[in-house]
């Protein structure tokens, strides 16, 4: 179960909480859904900037609610939806199909990355 420890952040209707743990994509996701939530997914820029609090405080980049479509280059919520919001980071998203979840840096833009690798859990409520 996700402890919260005081790392919650507020973003107009949502609420932004983190265990601090780097895990997987599935592995982040699973944990969101188990705890009632949903891996966070900035739609404005204001979401974009408590996910960005939450970055900076771990020092960790984390993983994003959003997934590569079965269309090479397009992305979208983990419910399917299209992203009316984006903050990539410069010449991206790039891995052309090889890279289907998304990730924040550390200065709040967003780059493709594989869904192996171990980032932040970051969820929405």
Partial sequence: ????????REAGEKIL??????VDFESALESCEEAGGTLATPMNE??????????????????LG???????GQFKDINGT?????NWHQNEP??????????????GTWNDKKCNLNRLTI???
């Fill in 94 to 107: 790039n891995g052309k199909g090889r890279e289907n979840c998304v990730e924040m840096y550390s200065d």
């Fill in 1 to 8: 179960v996700l402890a919260l420890n005081g790392k919650i």
């Fill in 66 to 72: 959003i997934k590569e479509d079965e269309t090479s």
């Fill in 123 to 125: 969820c929405e409520f």
């Fill in 17 to 22: 909480a983190s265990n601090g743990k780097g």
């Fill in 46 to 63: 204001e979401e974009n900037k408590a996910i960005l609090a939450i970055v900076k405080q771990y020092n960790q980049y984390a993983y």
């Fill in 82 to 86: 299209p992203l009316n919001y984006t």
